[in-house]
């Protein structure tokens, strides 16, 4: 009860840095996502009593959307992707959560567009298109070619996004 219930908070609290980092409130979002953090790495010191259970539901859901939260911050910081040190990410939870980013960059690129910063939204559909080539490199199977198979949509719709600004002459 105690991983299932700390693993809601964690994944809650990452929507919320998502949602802040929407509407660039970025000193909230980045006090969320160290407290989201947080919580993911007591919960790791829990499993270590019980192992099997890192691979349950909420906790796996948490940890993707950890991944996604922090990628979405590290890019809109800094402009690129770095490595997360802490909490300890498992390769499929890390995939996972490096391909629903790709639908929170194209979210904001459509925000950046409606402001008329087309140079920033270029840059995210480069981000994009990035992941995309990296992920096309593995071999995913199951639930992680879904998710990849929704980060090439992203892609897609990024660069109709970007065509069209293109079209209309913005």
């Known amino acids: 009860r105690l ?19 929407h509407r660039d409130q970025i000193s909230d979002a980045k006090k969320l996502l160290a407290s989201a953090e947080t919580i993911l790495i007591n919960l790791g010191k829990h499993l270590r009593h019980a192992p099997d259970l890192k691979h349950s539901g909420a906790y796996k859901a948490a940890l993707e959307e950890y991944v996604e939260a922090q990628l979405f911050f590290q890019v809109l910081q800094y402009g690129t992707i770095k490595r997360i040190a802490k909490p300890s990410i498992r390769f499929d939870d890390y995939i996972a959560g490096l391909c629903d980013f790709t639908g929170e960059l194209i979210r904001k690129m459509v925000l950046l567009v409606t402001k008329e910063d087309v140079k920033k939204a270029q840059e995210l559909k480069e981000i994009i298109a990035d992941v995309v080539s990296g992920l096309i490199k593995l071999d995913l199977t199951g639930y992680l070619r879904n998710k990849f198979d929704a980060a090439k949509r992203n892609l897609k719709k990024a660069e109709e996004i970007m065509y069209n600004v293109k079209i209309k002459g913005r």
């Open 3 to 21: 991983i299932i219930s700390q693993s809601n908070k964690a994944l809650h609290t990452a929507k919320q840095v998502i949602f802040s980092l």
